[in-house]
C-alpha cells in the first residue's frame, strides 16, 4: 500500500476550492481506486492523506483532467506553497488489532 501526503501552506479558500475538493475526493475513490483520503486544515496548513494499492493507480489519478485542472487551480489560486510525498507503507496497525 501507498500514501499520498500532500502538504499546503493555503493563500486563500473558497467555495470553489472546497466544491473542487468534495469532487477530487469522489474522483479518487470512485474511479481511481483510492482506499481512503482524508484532508484537514488548520490556520495556513493542510494536509491530505489518500491511501492506494499501487503506485500505477496514483500515476492515472495525476492525469487525470479534472485533477490536473484542480492542480493549476491550486497553484495559481489556493496555495502560496505546496509539497507532495508519495510512501510506501510497511505497517498498518490500530487498536483493535
Same mark, same amino acid.
Given at each position: 500500500?501507498?500514501?499520498?501526503?500532500?502538504?499546503?501552506?493555503?493563500?486563500?479558500?473558497?467555495?470553489?476550492?472546497?466544491?473542487?475538493?468534495?469532487?477530487?475526493?469522489?474522483?479518487?475513490?470512485? $474511479?481511481?481506486?483510492?482506499?481512503?483520503?482524508?484532508?484537514?486544515?488548520?490556520?495556513?496548513?493542510?494536509?491530505?492523506?489518500?491511501?492506494?494499492?499501487? !503506485?500505477?493507480?496514483?500515476?492515472?489519478?495525476?492525469?487525470?483532467? $479534472?485533477?490536473? !485542472?484542480?492542480?493549476?487551480?491550486?497553484?495559481?489560486?489556493?496555495?502560496?506553497?505546496?509539497?507532495?510525498?508519495?510512501?510506501?507503507?510497511?505497517? !498498518?496497525?490500530?487498536?483493535?488489532?
Amino acid at each position: 500500500m501507498y500514501a499520498v501526503i500532500f502538504k499546503a501552506q493555503i493563500r486563500e479558500l473558497d467555495q470553489a476550492y472546497h466544491d473542487t475538493v468534495k469532487r477530487m475526493r469522489e474522483l479518487a475513490l470512485q $474511479e481511481y481506486g483510492c482506499l481512503d483520503f482524508i484532508s484537514f486544515a488548520e490556520g495556513d496548513q493542510e494536509i491530505t492523506i489518500s491511501y492506494w494499492d499501487s !503506485q500505477a493507480q496514483i500515476r492515472h489519478w495525476k492525469q487525470n483532467p $479534472e485533477h490536473i !485542472q484542480a492542480q493549476a487551480l491550486g497553484k495559481s489560486r489556493w496555495y502560496k506553497s505546496y509539497r507532495i510525498e508519495i510512501v510506501e507503507v510497511i505497517r !498498518q496497525y490500530d487498536n483493535t488489532t
